[in-house]
Protein backbone atom coordinates (compact mmCIF):
# COMPACT_ATOMS: atom_id res chain seq x y z
CA UNK A 1 0.00 0.00 0.00
CA UNK A 2 1.23 3.35 -0.89
CA UNK A 3 2.51 5.74 1.95
CA UNK A 4 0.68 8.87 -0.16
CA UNK A 5 -2.88 7.17 1.06
CA UNK A 6 -1.34 7.85 4.98
CA UNK A 7 0.39 11.43 4.60
CA UNK A 8 -3.20 12.77 2.46
CA UNK A 9 -4.82 11.20 5.64
CA UNK A 10 -2.93 12.86 8.01
CA UNK A 11 -3.28 15.94 5.80
CA UNK A 12 -6.79 16.32 6.47
CA UNK A 13 -6.48 15.00 10.42
CA UNK A 14 -4.47 18.08 10.54
CA UNK A 15 -7.10 20.63 8.94
CA UNK A 16 -9.96 19.40 11.43
CA UNK A 17 -9.72 20.08 15.44
CA UNK A 18 -13.18 18.15 15.24
CA UNK A 19 -13.47 14.67 16.67
CA UNK A 20 -15.91 12.86 14.38
CA UNK A 21 -14.18 14.70 11.59
CA UNK A 22 -10.93 12.71 12.54
CA UNK A 23 -13.02 9.82 13.06
CA UNK A 24 -14.60 9.84 9.68
CA UNK A 25 -11.31 10.25 7.73
CA UNK A 26 -9.13 7.08 9.86
CA UNK A 27 -13.01 4.96 9.39
CA UNK A 28 -12.12 6.37 5.19
CA UNK A 29 -8.59 5.32 5.86
CA UNK A 30 -8.86 2.29 7.36
CA UNK A 31 -11.41 1.36 4.53
CA UNK A 32 -9.18 1.96 1.98
CA UNK A 33 -6.12 0.04 3.94
CA UNK A 34 -5.32 -3.53 2.71
CA UNK A 35 -5.66 -5.79 5.78
CA UNK A 36 -2.53 -6.45 6.95
CA UNK A 37 -1.29 -3.03 7.00
CA UNK A 38 -3.95 -2.04 9.10
CA UNK A 39 -1.96 -2.53 12.22
CA UNK A 40 0.63 -0.76 11.40
CA UNK A 41 -1.48 2.57 10.43
CA UNK A 42 -2.48 2.14 13.91
CA UNK A 43 0.50 2.34 15.01
CA UNK A 44 1.87 5.01 12.87
CA UNK A 45 -0.85 7.24 12.85
CA UNK A 46 -0.18 7.33 17.04
CA UNK A 47 3.86 8.07 16.54
CA UNK A 48 4.53 4.54 17.56
CA UNK A 49 5.69 1.21 16.18
CA UNK A 50 4.75 -0.99 18.46
CA UNK A 51 2.46 -0.54 21.54
CA UNK A 52 4.48 1.70 24.68
CA UNK A 53 4.54 -1.38 26.66
CA UNK A 54 7.17 -3.13 24.56
CA UNK A 55 9.41 0.00 24.90
CA UNK A 56 10.91 0.35 21.51
CA UNK A 57 10.47 4.38 20.13
CA UNK A 58 10.61 5.74 17.05
CA UNK A 59 12.93 9.00 17.58
CA UNK A 60 16.20 10.55 15.87
CA UNK A 61 17.96 13.32 16.66
CA UNK A 62 16.99 16.75 14.68
CA UNK A 63 20.54 16.89 14.11
CA UNK A 64 20.05 13.30 12.47
CA UNK A 65 17.11 14.09 10.56
CA UNK A 66 19.12 17.44 8.59
CA UNK A 67 21.83 15.53 7.82
CA UNK A 68 19.56 13.01 6.00
CA UNK A 69 17.34 15.97 4.39
CA UNK A 70 20.27 17.49 3.48
CA UNK A 71 21.21 14.24 1.78
CA UNK A 72 18.33 14.03 0.17
CA UNK A 73 17.33 17.24 -1.36
CA UNK A 74 21.06 18.60 -2.24
CA UNK A 75 19.87 21.60 -0.18
CA UNK A 76 22.75 23.10 1.81
CA UNK A 77 22.50 22.63 5.32
CA UNK A 78 22.89 26.31 6.68
CA UNK A 79 19.63 26.96 4.59
CA UNK A 80 17.72 24.06 5.80
CA UNK A 81 18.68 24.93 9.89
CA UNK A 82 17.74 28.52 8.65
CA UNK A 83 14.27 27.16 7.11
CA UNK A 84 14.02 25.87 10.39
CA UNK A 85 14.84 28.75 12.65
CA UNK A 86 12.12 30.73 10.92
CA UNK A 87 9.23 27.91 10.86
CA UNK A 88 10.10 25.92 13.94
CA UNK A 89 8.51 22.87 12.15
CA UNK A 90 11.04 20.58 10.59
CA UNK A 91 8.40 19.08 8.94
CA UNK A 92 7.50 21.93 7.07
CA UNK A 93 11.09 22.50 6.61
CA UNK A 94 11.20 18.84 4.60
CA UNK A 95 8.54 19.62 2.82
CA UNK A 96 10.23 22.88 1.39
CA UNK A 97 13.21 21.27 0.85
CA UNK A 98 11.88 18.83 -1.37
CA UNK A 99 9.85 20.97 -3.21
CA UNK A 100 13.37 22.66 -4.18
CA UNK A 101 15.10 19.99 -4.65
CA UNK A 102 18.60 20.20 -6.66
CA UNK A 103 18.92 16.46 -7.53
CA UNK A 104 15.95 14.32 -8.48
CA UNK A 105 15.82 11.06 -8.19
CA UNK A 106 16.30 9.15 -11.61
CA UNK A 107 15.81 5.58 -9.82
CA UNK A 108 13.22 6.27 -6.96
CA UNK A 109 11.14 3.04 -5.56
CA UNK A 110 7.25 3.20 -4.60
CA UNK A 111 7.28 4.62 -0.80
CA UNK A 112 5.22 1.79 0.35
CA UNK A 113 3.65 1.53 4.02
CA UNK A 114 5.08 -1.68 4.64
CA UNK A 115 8.67 -0.45 3.52
CA UNK A 116 8.58 2.78 5.45
CA UNK A 117 7.26 0.89 8.62
CA UNK A 118 10.38 -1.57 8.38
CA UNK A 119 12.95 0.84 7.50
CA UNK A 120 11.89 3.22 11.35
CA UNK A 121 12.09 -0.42 12.63
CA UNK A 122 15.57 -0.76 11.17
CA UNK A 123 16.52 2.70 12.76
CA UNK A 124 14.62 2.61 16.29
CA UNK A 125 16.47 -1.00 17.08
CA UNK A 126 19.68 0.07 15.45
CA UNK A 127 22.01 1.06 18.05
CA UNK A 128 26.24 1.21 18.87
CA UNK A 129 29.21 1.48 16.61
CA UNK A 130 28.02 2.73 13.59
CA UNK A 131 24.49 3.84 14.48
CA UNK A 132 24.22 7.34 13.30
CA UNK A 133 25.15 6.61 9.94
CA UNK A 134 23.02 3.83 9.18
CA UNK A 135 19.91 6.15 10.96
CA UNK A 136 21.21 8.95 8.55
CA UNK A 137 21.28 6.50 5.05
CA UNK A 138 18.53 5.12 6.31
CA UNK A 139 16.09 8.14 6.70
CA UNK A 140 18.02 10.17 3.53
CA UNK A 141 16.70 7.18 1.56
CA UNK A 142 13.36 6.91 2.40
CA UNK A 143 13.33 10.41 1.95
CA UNK A 144 14.92 10.34 -1.64
CA UNK A 145 12.03 8.64 -2.56
CA UNK A 146 9.28 10.94 -1.18
CA UNK A 147 7.32 13.35 -2.16
CA UNK A 148 7.50 16.82 -0.60
CA UNK A 149 3.93 16.45 1.53
CA UNK A 150 5.44 12.94 2.49
CA UNK A 151 8.85 14.07 3.43
CA UNK A 152 6.42 16.67 5.71
CA UNK A 153 4.68 13.35 7.47
CA UNK A 154 7.81 11.24 7.43
CA UNK A 155 9.67 13.92 8.98
CA UNK A 156 7.25 14.52 12.10
CA UNK A 157 7.39 10.73 12.16
CA UNK A 158 10.99 10.05 13.38
CA UNK A 159 11.59 13.14 15.52
CA UNK A 160 8.72 12.47 17.20
CA UNK A 161 6.21 15.60 16.19
CA UNK A 162 3.70 13.81 14.46
CA UNK A 163 1.16 15.01 17.04
CA UNK A 164 -2.24 14.66 15.01
CA UNK A 165 -4.11 14.36 18.66
CA UNK A 166 -5.59 10.88 17.84
CA UNK A 167 -5.84 9.03 20.70
CA UNK A 168 -6.90 5.97 21.94
CA UNK A 169 -10.80 5.99 22.18
CA UNK A 170 -10.39 7.87 18.50
CA UNK A 171 -8.76 4.80 17.11
CA UNK A 172 -11.00 2.26 18.87
CA UNK A 173 -14.10 3.91 17.67
CA UNK A 174 -12.54 4.47 13.85
CA UNK A 175 -12.03 0.59 13.86
CA UNK A 176 -15.91 -0.18 15.28
CA UNK A 177 -17.19 1.94 12.31
CA UNK A 178 -14.95 0.36 9.70
CA UNK A 179 -14.89 -3.29 11.29
CA UNK A 180 -16.76 -4.31 13.60
CA UNK A 181 -20.34 -3.11 11.57
CA UNK A 182 -20.89 0.22 13.80
CA UNK A 183 -20.36 2.31 16.84
CA UNK A 184 -21.89 -0.43 19.21
CA UNK A 185 -19.09 -2.72 18.17
CA UNK A 186 -16.81 0.11 20.19
CA UNK A 187 -17.32 -1.75 23.91
CA UNK A 188 -15.92 -5.19 22.47
CA UNK A 189 -13.28 -3.87 20.78
CA UNK A 190 -12.18 -1.48 24.12
CA UNK A 191 -12.29 -4.40 26.47
CA UNK A 192 -9.78 -6.43 24.33
CA UNK A 193 -8.09 -3.01 24.36
CA UNK A 194 -8.37 -2.94 27.68
CA UNK A 195 -6.74 -6.01 28.49
CA UNK A 196 -3.57 -6.32 25.96
CA UNK A 197 -3.01 -2.92 26.06
CA UNK A 198 -1.86 -3.50 22.08
CA UNK A 199 -4.34 -1.24 19.83
CA UNK A 200 -2.58 -2.60 16.81
CA UNK A 201 -2.99 -6.47 18.23
CA UNK A 202 -7.05 -5.65 18.42
CA UNK A 203 -6.90 -4.68 15.08
CA UNK A 204 -5.79 -7.14 13.31
CA UNK A 205 -7.90 -9.90 14.94
CA UNK A 206 -10.63 -7.60 13.82
CA UNK A 207 -9.66 -7.22 10.62
CA UNK A 208 -8.65 -10.62 10.08
CA UNK A 209 -10.92 -12.89 12.12
CA UNK A 210 -13.70 -10.86 13.44
CA UNK A 211 -15.58 -9.33 15.93
CA UNK A 212 -16.22 -12.40 17.58
CA UNK A 213 -12.60 -13.27 17.57
CA UNK A 214 -11.92 -10.04 19.59
CA UNK A 215 -14.73 -10.81 21.75
CA UNK A 216 -13.10 -13.81 23.10
CA UNK A 217 -9.23 -12.24 23.20
CA UNK A 218 -8.08 -13.42 26.78
CA UNK A 219 -5.63 -11.80 29.26
CA UNK A 220 -2.06 -13.08 28.64
CA UNK A 221 1.37 -13.09 30.46
CA UNK A 222 3.45 -9.98 29.01
CA UNK A 223 0.69 -8.38 27.96
CA UNK A 224 -0.10 -5.69 30.35
CA UNK A 225 -3.78 -4.95 31.06
CA UNK A 226 -4.64 -1.45 31.41
CA UNK A 227 -5.03 -0.82 34.96
CA UNK A 228 -8.41 -0.06 36.95
CA UNK A 229 -9.10 3.42 38.42
CA UNK A 230 -10.84 4.35 41.88
CA UNK A 231 -13.36 6.92 42.09
CA UNK A 232 -13.81 9.36 44.72
CA UNK A 233 -15.88 10.08 47.75
CA UNK A 234 -15.23 12.80 50.57
CA UNK A 235 -17.59 11.05 53.81
CA UNK A 236 -17.83 7.45 54.64
CA UNK A 237 -21.18 7.78 54.61
CA UNK A 238 -21.84 8.07 50.95
CA UNK A 239 -19.25 5.22 50.34
CA UNK A 240 -21.41 2.98 52.44
CA UNK A 241 -24.25 4.07 50.14
CA UNK A 242 -23.01 3.72 46.79
CA UNK A 243 -22.03 0.25 48.08
CA UNK A 244 -25.90 -0.99 49.28
CA UNK A 245 -24.27 -0.47 53.10
CA UNK A 246 -20.92 -2.74 53.08
CA UNK A 247 -18.17 -3.04 51.48
CA UNK A 248 -14.17 -3.95 51.42
CA UNK A 249 -11.91 -1.63 52.73
CA UNK A 250 -8.34 -1.79 51.81
CA UNK A 251 -5.76 0.58 53.07
CA UNK A 252 -4.31 2.73 50.45
CA UNK A 253 -0.51 2.88 49.90
CA UNK A 254 1.73 5.35 49.29
CA UNK A 255 3.95 4.41 46.32
CA UNK A 256 4.20 3.22 43.07
CA UNK A 257 1.30 0.78 41.20
CA UNK A 258 3.11 -2.61 39.64
CA UNK A 259 1.48 -4.99 37.69
CA UNK A 260 3.62 -8.32 38.29
CA UNK A 261 3.93 -11.15 35.25
CA UNK A 262 5.57 -14.30 35.90
CA UNK A 263 6.18 -16.81 33.65
CA UNK A 264 8.31 -19.78 35.39
CA UNK A 265 11.11 -17.68 36.08
CA UNK A 266 10.75 -14.76 33.97
CA UNK A 267 9.53 -11.79 35.98
CA UNK A 268 8.18 -8.12 34.12
CA UNK A 269 7.31 -5.33 35.82
CA UNK A 270 5.01 -3.08 34.19
CA UNK A 271 4.00 0.85 35.84
CA UNK A 272 0.58 2.38 36.07
CA UNK A 273 1.70 3.69 32.60
CA UNK A 274 2.43 0.00 31.68
CA UNK A 275 6.05 0.24 30.66
CA UNK A 276 8.40 -2.12 31.51
CA UNK A 277 10.06 -1.01 34.72
CA UNK A 278 11.56 -4.39 35.93
CA UNK A 279 15.51 -2.63 35.16
CA UNK A 280 14.47 -0.69 38.66
CA UNK A 281 13.15 -3.38 40.77
CA UNK A 282 15.66 -6.34 40.58
CA UNK A 283 15.13 -6.99 44.44
CA UNK A 284 10.95 -7.62 43.05
CA UNK A 285 11.33 -10.19 40.68
CA UNK A 286 14.16 -11.85 43.14
CA UNK A 287 11.33 -11.71 45.88
CA UNK A 288 8.45 -13.29 43.34
CA UNK A 289 10.65 -16.00 41.80
CA UNK A 290 11.32 -17.02 45.11
CA UNK A 291 7.83 -16.07 46.92
CA UNK A 292 4.85 -17.02 43.98
CA UNK A 293 3.92 -20.34 43.75
CA UNK A 294 2.02 -20.89 40.44
CA UNK A 295 3.75 -20.86 37.38
CA UNK A 296 2.05 -18.42 35.67
CA UNK A 297 0.40 -15.02 37.39
CA UNK A 298 -0.42 -11.56 36.41
CA UNK A 299 -0.74 -9.56 40.15
CA UNK A 300 -1.32 -5.83 41.20
CA UNK A 301 0.89 -4.29 44.36
CA UNK A 302 1.81 -1.00 45.47
CA UNK A 303 5.84 -1.09 45.90
CA UNK A 304 6.23 1.69 48.45
CA UNK A 305 9.41 2.69 50.17
CA UNK A 306 10.23 1.36 53.78
CA UNK A 307 12.79 1.42 56.15
CA UNK A 308 13.84 -1.70 57.55
CA UNK A 309 15.16 -0.56 60.74
CA UNK A 310 12.13 0.56 62.03
CA UNK A 311 9.88 -1.19 59.45
CA UNK A 312 7.84 2.14 58.35
CA UNK A 313 6.97 3.17 55.16
CA UNK A 314 9.09 6.69 53.95
CA UNK A 315 7.47 8.58 51.39
CA UNK A 316 6.78 7.98 47.78
CA UNK A 317 9.39 10.55 46.35
CA UNK A 318 12.08 7.94 47.58
CA UNK A 319 11.03 5.07 44.79
CA UNK A 320 12.32 8.24 42.60
CA UNK A 321 16.00 7.32 43.51
CA UNK A 322 14.86 3.74 41.89
CA UNK A 323 14.14 5.42 38.04
CA UNK A 324 18.06 5.68 37.06
CA UNK A 325 19.61 4.35 34.46
CA UNK A 326 23.21 3.03 36.17
CA UNK A 327 24.29 2.58 39.80
CA UNK A 328 20.52 0.61 40.33
CA UNK A 329 22.42 -1.81 43.28
CA UNK A 330 23.64 0.88 45.02
CA UNK A 331 19.85 2.70 45.14
CA UNK A 332 18.11 -0.83 45.74
CA UNK A 333 20.51 -0.99 49.25
CA UNK A 334 19.59 2.61 49.73
CA UNK A 335 15.75 2.30 49.56
CA UNK A 336 14.52 -0.74 50.47
CA UNK A 337 11.00 -1.75 49.18
CA UNK A 338 8.17 -3.82 50.09
CA UNK A 339 5.34 -4.73 48.07
CA UNK A 340 1.53 -4.77 49.21
CA UNK A 341 -0.70 -7.13 47.06
CA UNK A 342 -4.10 -5.90 46.12
CA UNK A 343 -5.14 -7.68 43.19
CA UNK A 344 -4.97 -11.13 41.45
CA UNK A 345 -5.56 -11.22 37.68
CA UNK A 346 -4.28 -14.45 36.25
CA UNK A 347 -3.06 -17.65 37.85
CA UNK A 348 -2.02 -20.77 35.55
CA UNK A 349 -4.20 -20.17 32.16
CA UNK A 350 -6.93 -18.92 34.45
CA UNK A 351 -8.37 -15.44 33.45
CA UNK A 352 -10.05 -14.09 37.14
CA UNK A 353 -10.55 -10.09 35.89
CA UNK A 354 -14.54 -11.54 35.14
CA UNK A 355 -14.23 -13.17 38.79
CA UNK A 356 -16.07 -10.88 41.64
CA UNK A 357 -13.57 -9.75 43.81
CA UNK A 358 -13.71 -11.85 46.50
CA UNK A 359 -13.01 -14.93 44.44
CA UNK A 360 -10.07 -13.56 42.88
CA UNK A 361 -8.85 -11.75 46.67
CA UNK A 362 -9.06 -15.58 48.12
CA UNK A 363 -7.40 -17.06 44.72
CA UNK A 364 -4.46 -14.28 46.08
CA UNK A 365 -3.88 -15.81 49.44
CA UNK A 366 -3.64 -18.72 48.28
CA UNK A 367 -0.51 -18.29 45.74
CA UNK A 368 1.76 -16.28 47.75
CA UNK A 369 3.87 -17.23 50.56
CA UNK A 370 4.18 -13.97 52.57
CA UNK A 371 6.92 -11.67 54.64
CA UNK A 372 7.97 -9.00 55.49
CA UNK A 373 8.84 -7.75 51.96
CA UNK A 374 5.37 -9.28 50.27
CA UNK A 375 2.58 -8.40 52.39
CA UNK A 376 -1.34 -8.78 50.73
CA UNK A 377 -3.16 -5.15 51.38
CA UNK A 378 -4.30 -5.03 55.05
CA UNK A 379 -8.19 -5.07 54.63
CA UNK A 380 -11.20 -5.32 57.00
CA UNK A 381 -15.15 -5.63 55.65
CA UNK A 382 -17.22 -2.73 57.04
CA UNK A 383 -20.71 -2.16 57.67
CA UNK A 384 -21.55 1.20 59.18
CA UNK A 385 -19.18 4.52 58.84
CA UNK A 386 -18.03 4.57 62.36
CA UNK A 387 -16.47 1.33 61.15
CA UNK A 388 -15.43 2.83 58.35
CA UNK A 389 -13.75 5.40 60.30
CA UNK A 390 -12.13 3.81 62.18
CA UNK A 391 -10.18 1.81 60.05
CA UNK A 392 -9.33 4.87 57.80
CA UNK A 393 -7.94 6.17 61.43
CA UNK A 394 -5.91 3.43 61.51
CA UNK A 395 -4.40 3.40 57.82
CA UNK A 396 -3.06 7.00 58.38
CA UNK A 397 -1.62 6.07 61.59
CA UNK A 398 0.03 3.14 59.39
CA UNK A 399 1.43 5.75 57.22
CA UNK A 400 -0.92 5.11 55.00
CA UNK A 401 -2.78 7.78 52.39
CA UNK A 402 -6.39 6.49 53.61
CA UNK A 403 -8.41 4.17 52.24
CA UNK A 404 -9.43 2.74 48.53
CA UNK A 405 -13.43 0.70 49.37
CA UNK A 406 -14.29 -2.27 46.99
CA UNK A 407 -17.67 -3.53 46.04
CA UNK A 408 -18.51 -6.60 47.72
CA UNK A 409 -21.11 -7.46 45.04
CA UNK A 410 -20.78 -10.21 42.64
CA UNK A 411 -20.61 -7.84 39.59
CA UNK A 412 -17.72 -6.47 41.11
CA UNK A 413 -15.07 -7.82 38.39
CA UNK A 414 -11.96 -6.30 37.73
CA UNK A 415 -12.72 -3.21 35.47
CA UNK A 416 -9.34 -3.18 32.91
CA UNK A 417 -8.69 0.21 31.83
CA UNK A 418 -11.62 2.34 33.35
CA UNK A 419 -12.22 4.26 36.82
CA UNK A 420 -15.83 2.82 38.01
CA UNK A 421 -17.76 3.04 41.16
CA UNK A 422 -16.62 -0.59 42.13
CA UNK A 423 -13.19 1.31 44.00
CA UNK A 424 -14.01 4.19 45.79
CA UNK A 425 -10.73 6.55 47.19
CA UNK A 426 -10.81 8.08 50.71
CA UNK A 427 -8.14 9.98 51.38
CA UNK A 428 -7.16 12.04 53.99
CA UNK A 429 -7.33 15.31 52.54
CA UNK A 430 -10.68 15.32 51.33
CA UNK A 431 -12.29 15.44 54.44
CA UNK A 432 -11.33 19.15 54.15
CA UNK A 433 -12.10 20.55 50.19
CA UNK A 434 -9.63 23.26 50.72
CA UNK A 435 -6.70 21.40 50.98
CA UNK A 436 -7.90 18.78 48.63
CA UNK A 437 -4.72 17.77 45.62
CA UNK A 438 -5.90 17.61 41.93
CA UNK A 439 -3.44 16.28 39.23
CA UNK A 440 -3.47 18.39 36.32
CA UNK A 441 -1.83 18.23 32.78
CA UNK A 442 0.36 21.15 31.34
CA UNK A 443 -2.02 22.70 28.38
CA UNK A 444 -0.33 26.23 28.24
CA UNK A 445 2.47 28.33 29.40
CA UNK A 446 3.22 32.41 30.05
CA UNK A 447 6.62 33.28 29.84
CA UNK A 448 8.10 34.69 32.56
CA UNK A 449 9.92 37.85 33.54
CA UNK A 450 12.56 38.72 35.99
CA UNK A 451 13.80 35.84 37.84
CA UNK A 452 11.50 33.74 35.69
CA UNK A 453 13.01 35.09 32.52
CA UNK A 454 13.73 33.01 30.11
CA UNK A 455 11.56 30.55 30.88
CA UNK A 456 7.77 30.55 32.09
CA UNK A 457 6.45 32.41 34.71
CA UNK A 458 2.87 30.25 34.95
CA UNK A 459 1.38 27.59 33.63
CA UNK A 460 -2.17 26.77 32.29
CA UNK A 461 -3.34 23.67 33.66
CA UNK A 462 -6.79 21.53 32.20
CA UNK A 463 -8.33 18.55 33.97
CA UNK A 464 -9.31 15.50 31.52
CA UNK A 465 -12.88 15.06 30.06
CA UNK A 466 -13.30 11.65 30.06
CA UNK A 467 -16.53 11.05 28.32
CA UNK A 468 -15.05 13.71 25.18
CA UNK A 469 -11.69 12.60 25.37
CA UNK A 470 -10.42 16.48 25.74
CA UNK A 471 -8.40 18.28 28.35
CA UNK A 472 -10.28 21.38 29.85
CA UNK A 473 -8.47 24.14 31.28
CA UNK A 474 -9.27 24.80 35.21
CA UNK A 475 -6.40 27.17 36.36
CA UNK A 476 -3.25 28.87 35.90
CA UNK A 477 -0.39 28.42 38.51
CA UNK A 478 2.72 29.49 38.72
CA UNK A 479 2.87 29.63 42.70
CA UNK A 480 4.79 26.50 44.46
CA UNK A 481 7.86 25.93 41.97
CA UNK A 482 11.60 26.72 43.19
CA UNK A 483 14.16 27.61 40.89
CA UNK A 484 15.21 24.27 40.16
CA UNK A 485 11.49 23.26 39.14
CA UNK A 486 10.64 26.45 36.92
CA UNK A 487 14.18 24.92 34.89
CA UNK A 488 13.04 21.77 34.93
CA UNK A 489 9.35 22.40 33.84
CA UNK A 490 10.87 24.54 31.09
CA UNK A 491 12.88 22.16 29.61
CA UNK A 492 10.37 19.09 30.42
CA UNK A 493 8.21 21.12 28.00
CA UNK A 494 10.68 21.84 25.04
CA UNK A 495 9.41 18.59 23.95
CA UNK A 496 5.80 18.93 23.67
CA UNK A 497 5.42 22.66 22.49
CA UNK A 498 2.87 22.55 19.63
CA UNK A 499 2.33 26.00 17.45
CA UNK A 500 -1.61 26.52 18.15
CA UNK A 501 -4.08 25.05 21.17
CA UNK A 502 -3.69 21.33 20.43
CA UNK A 503 -7.06 19.44 18.99
CA UNK A 504 -7.65 17.94 22.59
CA UNK A 505 -7.59 20.45 24.39
CA UNK A 506 -10.23 23.38 25.27
CA UNK A 507 -9.59 26.55 26.52
CA UNK A 508 -10.26 30.11 26.36
CA UNK A 509 -7.93 31.66 27.57
CA UNK A 510 -5.19 32.17 24.97
CA UNK A 511 -1.53 30.97 26.34
CA UNK A 512 1.31 32.46 25.26
CA UNK A 513 2.97 28.95 24.29
CA UNK A 514 0.39 25.64 23.45
CA UNK A 515 1.83 22.23 24.79
CA UNK A 516 0.30 18.86 23.85
CA UNK A 517 -0.94 17.53 26.63
CA UNK A 518 1.76 15.27 28.34
CA UNK A 519 2.97 16.82 31.69
CA UNK A 520 1.28 15.66 34.54
CA UNK A 521 1.85 17.58 38.18
CA UNK A 522 0.75 17.48 41.70
CA UNK A 523 -1.35 20.68 42.28
CA UNK A 524 -3.41 21.90 45.57
CA UNK A 525 -6.35 24.06 45.47
CA UNK A 526 -7.97 26.20 47.73
CA UNK A 527 -11.33 26.03 46.87
CA UNK A 528 -13.08 25.27 43.25
CA UNK A 529 -15.26 27.88 42.31
CA UNK A 530 -17.49 28.81 39.28
CA UNK A 531 -15.89 30.34 36.38
CA UNK A 532 -16.39 32.25 32.60
CA UNK A 533 -13.41 32.07 31.92
CA UNK A 534 -12.28 28.32 32.34
CA UNK A 535 -14.22 25.91 30.83
CA UNK A 536 -14.03 22.30 33.30
CA UNK A 537 -17.08 21.11 33.41
CA UNK A 538 -18.57 24.08 30.99
CA UNK A 539 -22.78 24.14 31.46
CA UNK A 540 -22.72 20.98 33.77
CA UNK A 541 -23.35 22.96 37.20
CA UNK A 542 -24.38 26.38 35.51
CA UNK A 543 -25.34 27.01 32.08
CA UNK A 544 -22.37 28.92 30.37
CA UNK A 545 -20.18 28.69 33.54
CA UNK A 546 -17.28 25.94 33.74
CA UNK A 547 -15.25 25.73 36.93
CA UNK A 548 -11.86 27.46 38.16
CA UNK A 549 -9.20 26.40 40.86
CA UNK A 550 -8.58 29.33 43.16
CA UNK A 551 -4.72 29.96 44.64
CA UNK A 552 -3.14 27.01 43.11
CA UNK A 553 -0.14 25.91 43.94
CA UNK A 554 2.30 23.07 42.51
CA UNK A 555 3.13 20.45 45.55
CA UNK A 556 6.56 19.82 43.84
CA UNK A 557 5.35 16.23 43.23
CA UNK A 558 5.82 15.34 39.22
CA UNK A 559 3.20 12.69 38.44
CA UNK A 560 5.81 11.03 36.21
CA UNK A 561 3.17 7.82 36.82
CA UNK A 562 0.21 9.53 35.24
CA UNK A 563 -0.24 9.43 31.58
CA UNK A 564 -2.53 12.51 30.84
CA UNK A 565 -5.76 10.55 30.87
CA UNK A 566 -5.04 9.78 34.33
CA UNK A 567 -5.17 13.06 35.25
CA UNK A 568 -8.45 14.50 37.49
CA UNK A 569 -11.42 14.38 35.81
CA UNK A 570 -13.24 17.45 34.87
CA UNK A 571 -16.28 15.08 36.61
CA UNK A 572 -14.42 14.80 39.75
CA UNK A 573 -13.82 18.36 40.37
CA UNK A 574 -17.62 19.37 39.36
CA UNK A 575 -18.06 16.54 42.61
CA UNK A 576 -15.70 18.40 44.50
CA UNK A 577 -17.54 21.81 43.73
CA UNK A 578 -21.15 20.18 45.18
CA UNK A 579 -19.21 18.36 48.54
CA UNK A 580 -18.04 21.97 48.74
CA UNK A 581 -21.45 23.17 48.69
CA UNK A 582 -22.91 20.72 50.85
CA UNK A 583 -20.14 21.12 53.56
CA UNK A 584 -20.99 24.98 53.65
CA UNK A 585 -24.88 24.14 53.78
CA UNK A 586 -24.15 21.68 56.86
CA UNK A 587 -21.62 24.00 58.72
P1 LIG B 1 -4.74 7.82 42.93
O1 LIG B 1 -3.34 7.62 42.42
O2 LIG B 1 -4.84 8.89 43.97
O3 LIG B 1 -5.74 7.95 41.81
O4 LIG B 1 -5.18 6.47 43.73
C1 LIG B 1 -5.28 5.20 43.13
C2 LIG B 1 -3.99 4.42 43.36
O5 LIG B 1 -3.87 3.96 44.69
C3 LIG B 1 -3.90 3.13 42.55
O6 LIG B 1 -3.54 3.36 41.22
C4 LIG B 1 -2.84 2.35 43.31
O7 LIG B 1 -1.56 2.71 42.80
C5 LIG B 1 -2.92 2.91 44.73
N1 LIG B 1 -3.30 1.91 45.76
C6 LIG B 1 -2.74 1.84 46.98
N2 LIG B 1 -3.30 0.87 47.71
C7 LIG B 1 -4.25 0.29 46.95
C8 LIG B 1 -5.19 -0.78 47.18
N3 LIG B 1 -5.26 -1.42 48.33
N4 LIG B 1 -6.03 -1.09 46.15
C9 LIG B 1 -5.98 -0.43 44.97
N5 LIG B 1 -5.12 0.59 44.72
C10 LIG B 1 -4.26 0.95 45.69
Not at 423 to 445: H, N, P, Q
Request: proline letters at 2%.
Amino acid sequence: MDYVVIADAYGKMEATSKRLEMIDILVDLFRNSSKDVVSIIVYLTQGKLYPDFVGVEIGIAEKLAVKALVRASGVRESEVLADLQRTGDIGQVAEICLANRKQSTFFSKALTVERVYESLDKMAKTSGVGAVDMKTAVFAGLLSDASPKEAKYLMRTVTGNLRLGVADMTVLEALAVAFGGGREARGVIERAYNICSDLGRVSTLLVLEGLDAVRLLQVGVFEPIRPMLAERLSSSEEILEKFGGKCLAEYKYDGERIQVHKQGDRVVLYSRRLENISSQYPDVAVLIRERVGAYEVIFEAECVAVDLETGDMRPFQELMHRRRKYGIEAAVEQYPISLYVFDMLFVDGRDLTCEPLTVRRAVLEGVLERNSQLQIASQKVVGCPKELEGFFEESIAGGCEGLICKSLAKESVYQAGSRGWLWIKYKRDYKSEMTDTVDLVIVGAFHGRGKRAGAYGALLLAAYNRERDVFETVTKCGTGFTDKDIGDVYAILQNHVVPRKHARVLSMMEAEVWFEPCVVLEILGAEVTLSPIHLCAIDSIRKDSGLAIRFPRFTGKYRTDKSPQDATTSKEIAEMYQNQLKQITTS
